[in-house]
């Protein structure tokens, strides 16, 4: 037929070998990050315990911070799905959240990503 055209793959990703004529060699690779807000990159020094045991908490200190989450440095391993208490010593009030992920650190320890459910935490003194 001649009004067809042959639709040629342009991004070249990982894994894609088959049916694949032309590859553009500048073409970047777009990474959906599905993070709707942005996080600050600020040390903020809390408590963290499990929600069942709250007087059983580390004093620790966050890599960033945003109003639905943080991700806080822990000599804990804690499980995704688990509900930490989490205490700013900044004078906020505690609130508690749910364990996303818990990643293993290279000098030890564990970074662990906490999710906020409504009503979204303020961080006292931290810019939006």
Partial sequence: ????????????????????????????LKIFDARVEVRNPVPV??????????RNRERTVTEDVSGHGARVVTKRYWR?????????????????????????QSQGGYC????FSRPFFCWTGIAP
Avoid: W
């Fill in 112 to 115: 662990v990503g906490i999710e």
């Fill in 45 to 54: 020094p809390v408590y963290l315990a499990p929600l069942d045991e709250p």
């Fill in 1 to 28: 037929m001649p009004g067809l055209k042959r639709i040629r793959a342009v991004y070249s990703f990982p894994g894609q070998t088959e049916n694949v004529s032309v590859h553009h060699k500048n073409a970047p």
């Fill in 80 to 104: 995704p799905g688990e509900v930490p208490l989490l205490t700013p010593l900044i004078g906020e009030y505690p609130k508690y959240g749910r364990v996303v992920y818990c990643d293993p």
